[in-house]
DNA sequence: ACTACCAACTTAATGCATTAAGATATATGA
DNA sequence: TCATATATCTTAATGCATTAAGTTGGTAGT
């Protein structure tokens, strides 16, 4: 006997399907009596519901949200900020009980689960800049966090005014200031900016923290040297290390560092800490982000705090709602013994 | 103008609906000439291909699998170990093309999902015996990861001979031996097994653990003391120091401490060291999992590595293959200055 | 010239369910 | 008692595509 579908218990019962349907779907369509001769039915004939797929198919909408997270699972599995970022995501949708489907911003085409899900929730711009013109014209409710789509409802932190502050909290007048900057330009290692053009599309969070800097930096009258702009193609410990000893070689030695993640932060204190460097006394240390691990260490490290779980929750609720609105979150200044 | 669809294209270009879907899906089954023209006629009409959903509900397959945790999502993620082995499976799904959709072990109901997937792959036991009964019948393929089901493929390592070799390799004669156990019993705070009824369904790994350990040191001449069998509920800091506080004050005091997991194994160092005590001298202690955090920390920590990230593929190849073995995974003993 | 066969399409059944609109019967109110 | 409203169920159109079996025209072989 071959699985029971709608139809054939409708017919086991002697009703139409549309009795059955509804028994499931809208029980204010049919007697209480004849609702619980069905649902008991159901279950003595192993019907468990409708399938899913079909439903899906009917009513164009299954349940399933889809995360597209800016680089491979691979990565973003690993690092500490996306994985609380799901975290939240997580934890929201099981409240709503939907499903979550990881998709690859390295993928390259939206449509082969376009049509499973309800809509994505984008963390990052991602990687294969092909997606987003995919996702422009999607029909289907599109969330962008970390980045902006005209016309799409989003989550973000104020990256410029987040960075001014973290700038401002640890510059001095005096200062040499050197940028340990993430996803600056095109290229896939860690590099000084120079002269290369801004990688406009992945990198508008970045660049806003970029401009905060700056407009500190303005302020106290300092000016960054053109060899002290560094380009980190992924937040991790290799990448950071490379650019952290170069500029710290520098010569003037920098006296202050502005990273962009608390991770390349963490990484570079290391570095000068081998170099026998001392902290705060020689060199000032600012990340980005928040993460646990930095207290864990010493120096604990001044950063901007931004709760990627709580984001990542902000993120799923929005996607619900409904609501286009484009949703700034808190963030905290938390000065440590690094500055 | 509504979203075009099979239909719609072929009364288009004037040929059936099967035309045009041979033109996706079996090119063999019509001319070159005519395929090229729908081809192109369908970018024309901004037709992106067979609707999945409807393929889905067709082909009874849908490209998606779905991995079930044994515990929720949050705590998943945040997992080095859970997170490491997922990192596997994504990769090598991403090579099938195929995508990943994350499910709580914590969820009641298996069928909210069922219909949408190819099928199941399971990493340990969920945490919801319920669905243990549901993957049992479930007509979809499932493939078990760290336990075994009846009748299903499952990958796995050879837990009780690592948990022995581990414990050949750090016991002498004369010890006094504490054990750290995940998930021995029903208890949701750290405490002795004592007397407790193990539980049998979500810790056949931690048992086959705990043979191998009591087997080496069955061997040796060496018991356990009743309250020298600690129950973990989950492996984090807070419920590991919990327990290795009270093991490391009883008396006599362990002169070595068996951890099934890593992240308990560190936490238990950390603890041993506040307390005053000499790694390895005075304590020695051994792991289970290998992750990279124990190599930077010192005392370096012994460990059986399980490369979790390979575990993950091996499981995304090995529900793809359609075999139906039960594969065990190779496992390496690495000495750390734990030991 | 006739059969056989192939290439290239089409027909129509099928997968499984949702839902607006229609049909009955029973109850309500004046 | 008659018309109207309500509760309960059914009919049938619909969502979008796959695929076995059938049709047609043409080529090849003898």
New interface residues.
């Given amino acids: 006997m071959s ?1 029971p579908t709608l139809k054939s218990v409708a017919k086991a019962l002697g009703v139409s399907t549309a009795t059955i349907s509804n028994a499931f779907n809208r029980p204010d369509q049919l007697s209480v009596a004849l609702r619980e001769k069905i649902l008991s039915a159901c279950t003595e004939l192993g019907y ?2 409708p ?7 009917r009513k164009g909408s ?3 949200v889809a995360v597209i997270l800016s680089d ?3 990565y973003m ?2 690092d500490p900020v996306a ?1 609380q970022f ?2 939240g995501v ?2 929201e949708l ?1 409240r709503q ?1 939907k ?6 911003g ?2 390259t085409n939206l ?6 899900v309800d809509g994505f929730i984008c963390y990052g711009a991602p990687r294969n800049l092909g997606l987003i013109g995919q996702l422009r014209q999607c ?1 289907k409710r599109v969330l962008t966090v970390d980045f902006d789509l005209p016309g799409r409802p989003s989550v973000n932190i104020d990256n410029e005014q987040a960075a001014y502050d973290s700038a401002v909290a640890v510059l001095k007048p005096d200062d040499v200031v050197a940028v340990l900057g993430l996803r600056l330009i095109d290229a896939l290692d860690s590099r000084p900016v120079a002269d290369a053009p801004m990688w406009d599309n992945l990198s508008s969070v970045s660049h806003r923290r970029l401009d905060g800097y700056q407009r500190a930096m303005g302020e106290l009258g300092l000016t960054l040297a053109d060899d002290a702009l560094w380009h980190i193609p992924e937040s991790n410990q290799h990448f950071a290390e490379v650019a952290a000893k170069a500029v710290l070689s520098q010569s003037p030695r920098p006296t202050v560092l502005l990273c962009m993640s608390d991770l390349i932060a963490l990484s570079a204190m290391r570095v000068a800490l081998q170099l026998g460097l001392q902290i705060p006394e020689q060199l000032r240390v600012v990340g980005f982000d928040g993460i646990e691990e930095t207290l864990r260490y010493h120096p604990t490290l001044s950063s901007v705090w931004q709760f990627s779980d709580k984001k990542g929750e902000a993120a799923a609720r929005a996607f619900q709602s409904g609501l286009d609105d484009n949703q700034l979150l808190p963030y905290e200044l938390r000065l440590g013994e690094s500055s």
Same sequence: chains 1, 2.
Avoid at 51 to 57: G, R, Y
Avoid at 111 to 116: A, Q, S
């Fill in positions: 699985k468990d519901g399938n899913k797929a079909a439903q899906s198919l299954s349940g399933i491979s699972l691979e599995v690993s994985s799901l975290q997580a934890r099981e009980q499903h979550l489907l990881l998709f690859s390295n993928s449509d082969t689960i376009t049509d499973f029909k």
